[in-house]
Nanobody, 126 residues
Framework: QVPLVESGGGSGQSGGSLRLSCTTS????????MGWFRQAQGKGREGVSC????????YYADSVKGRFTISRDNAKNTLYLQMNSLKPEDTAAYYC???????????????????WGQGTQVTVSS
């Protein structure tokens, strides 16, 4: 059973918005730092954003800073990624991930994450 399940992907127009969600079953959600990654066809997996256990600390890749917002609702065991001002280069499969890492710095690399969802496709047309 996949511990993380993404939803909310789909097709959008350049300049539009989409919101991704990620829910968990079997994980104690607030024990984990949560992150969003993406992988465009033919490219490696890229860290997009991550959020601390209590939501008080966040990280964004430069490519999405000012356009995407990560948040979490620990009572609902749900992670969100609000994506605004979408660009065609945002087209990718988006994955949520959970990290047990305890560090002053948020984990931003894929090898720092322990659990992954199966991904949801986002396609942005110009």
């Amino acid at each position: 059973q996949v511990p993380l399940v993404e939803s909310g992907g789909g097709s959008g127009q350049s300049g539009g918005s989409l919101r991704l969600s990620c829910t968990t079953s079997g994980l104690t959600f607030d024990n984990y730092v949560m992150g969003w990654f993406r992988q465009a066809q033919g490219k490696g997996r890229e860290g997009v954003s991550c959020i601390s256990r209590n939501g008080g600390n966040t990280y964004y890749a430069d490519s999405v800073k000012g356009r995407f917002t990560i948040s979490r609702d620990n009572a609902k065991n749900t992670l969100y990624l609000q994506m605004n001002s979408l660009k065609p280069e945002d087209t990718a499969a988006y994955y949520c991930a959970a990290s047990v890492r305890y560090s002053y710095l948020l984990p931003t690399r894929s090898n720092e994450y322990n659990y992954w969802g199966q991904g949801t496709q986002v396609t942005v047309s110009s």
